[in-house]
């Protein structure tokens, strides 16, 4: 006699147990510490708290310990830990222009007060495995002296353009920004939803969009006016103090680039601009951001809707979230044997019908 | 015993009195899909996360609890939902329909009718009817404000064309309370005839989608057909090969690999109960 | 008791108590519910109380009307609910009495689009015990009766749906609803 399989409960926890043991790895060796994560993973660190929206980068890196290195998964552990905290208010906007820079390059100037600094990049490096690192991983012997630190006003290369009237003027707006964290996506999204939405969305994904533009699907000739890479302070204003206190700082990447101009016979010609910030060292993910909110900004800018993907504000926006996308895609995993049972009987009524049609028919 | 680092049914109140609003303008609005800002829970979009929403913003302490995946209490999904509210809401918990007062569910309507007492919550993956369509929220957004449900007739008409009959198995779209297309949820539309004039409350809940819906006890819930091809609630023409029922919606289940196979009840519940009470 | 106190104690175990009364009215017009417990300042009802405590918060704006709009219920209010009191245009919830919330052209109907956004009016001191008007539609089996203020209002109200505002009538520790899909005769 059949019996229905049970025992979905012992297998959940049998699993979990087997989950702990393969993360740990064998005993004999030492467990990773979180700390060493967080300081020489610290990339992986940066894009956790960039998508995880929550700049922690110790949680951060416990995330990708617990998560066995998973990206998304530990990303996905820190958006769920993040829902669950008290909002206590909102910080003041950031001052980017008053960045402790460590890096700070511009492709439209060959140099601009405040200098360009390369920092600690790998654009320059050579990709061969360096089999040193497998060895023993140490510093050579007599490493260089790191620089001096940066001036702290570094202005922005943008500023200067600005001044001229060459780029479009984006002056500071103080309408608080609508929170896609605590508000339903309401579309059309307007810029500052979008860039939200886009500082939280997927690198992969924004990576792809960000190249299809510069292949032509709608291209809008990206130059990177200014990439830089620093700290800068959060603040926030105390009604009860009547002044702002500083809460601490948190480092940052923000990419501005200048576009393929705008202008008629009326308007003078001016270049446009696009924008990504994001935290943590994540610069791959700051220039494709960029890229994508300027595609998205065709309309504002009276350019043509060439049906390209990065244009169409609800492909972008509904499809950029890695938490979402992994979780509908990997939610078919689940059982599914009453649809499909209901698609079977169906699809067997179907070819009961065309095979006595056919009979029909040779009769 | 509760987990005491989070709340009552882990949302925090600012977050269920947001669900709640939305779940009261639903039920206003009967089939209508209101936004609400669904939270990331701590399982993943596409498991269920609208309804434990739902549920965790309807539930009282002195509920009794079950949650059903493809019927059956004891599938791995339905099993983690389970143990989510015993930990987070210290709720009792049981398999049986009848003595649940709410009742989570993944693509099933349970087979004992329900009552006046009792809240069904189902997960709904895509709560658009009109997604595959028209992909366009903006574009679904109008065609629900004009009630301008064409397309959907139109597609239903050519299914017949090319098949003979509408072919579409589950999440087989419904009009609720005369005025609203509603998808029912990846249902077999063998269930759907159980949504209409029934004495619970059925709540709908797609977190990633952030939409609520609501269909109040005794409306219609009417499934789209045409007068000369009538909805027909077709399930396997099999019975229960454990419990003998005729009426159950059936699970096809391979028993070897020479092509043998059995059918057996998927709700769980109904048929331990039909065996157990000598019904077959 | 001073004129803070009437809140929850327990929030989250008090407050789901009280949803599944305001769940059940509005899913089954013409029901009533009790909700005890709650208090705030003459002239609200402890239902009223206890909607607004399980419903209203900073993200909601509240109009309030007649004799509820007064600084004790005010201080209340901001205290256990924290919502901006506004115009009746752009309430999400309006309290008052029946005769205080009219004219009733001034609240929200939601729009084609997104009828959600219509405003729920709570209309407190209801006397449960006036002439019953009869109720059909979703949430009733057959017909239901309720006392209410007048018909007209709903019928007009009823005739514009899927757009309409809600209704919550409070009297006392008494509650019941009138969702805009509810035929009044």
Redesign the interface.
Known sequence: ??V??????R??DAAHDWLDRARRGPPDQPALDSAQIRDQLSIGTARVMAEGSLYDPDLAALAIKQARGDMIEAI?LI??Y???L?RFGASLPVDTAAMQVKRRISATFKDAPGGQILGPTFDYTHRLLDFRLMADGELPADPPALPEAAPDQVPHILSFLNRDGLIEDAPADDAAPPDL????????ADRPLRLQALARGDEGFLLGLAYSTQRGYARNHAFVGELRIGTVAVEMDIPELGFSIDLGEVELTECETVNQFKGSKTEPAQFTRGYGLTFGQTERKAIAMALVDRALRWRELGEDDQGAPAQDQ?FVL?HCDN??A??????IK??????F??????VR??RA?TADAAKEAAE | MTDQAYNFAYLDEDTKRMIRRAILKGLAVPGYQVPFASREMPMPYGWGTGGVQVTAATLRPDDVLKVLDQGADDTTNAVSIRKFFQRTASVATTESTGGATVIQTRHRIPETPLTEDQILVYQVPIPEPMRFLEPRETETRRIHALADYGLMQVRLYEDIARHGEIATSYAYPVEVAGRYVMDPSPIPKFDNPKMSDCPAIQLFGAGREQRIYAVPPYTQVVSLDFDDHPFVASKAEHECAICGSGDSYLDEVITDDAGGRMFVCSDTDYCARRAEGGAA | MNELSGGFADPAIESAIAFRAILKVTARPGRVETLTGHSGPAPISSAAAAVLLVLVDRTTPLHLAGDHDNPALRQWIAFHCGAPVVAAEEAVFALGSWAALTPLDRFAIGTPEYPDRAATLIVDGHDFDAKPAELRGPGIKGKAKLALPERKAFIANRARFPLGWDTFFCGGDRLAALPRSTEVR
């Open positions: 006699m059949y229905a399989v049970k025992g979905g409960e297998a959940i996905f958006r769920a993040r829902t669950t008290p964290t605590r508000e339903p996506l309401e579309l059309p609800e509904s938490i979402q992994t979780g509908f895609l990997e939610h689940l059982p599914h044997y009453v649809d049972q209901a698609e079977l009987e169906l009524r179907l019908g």
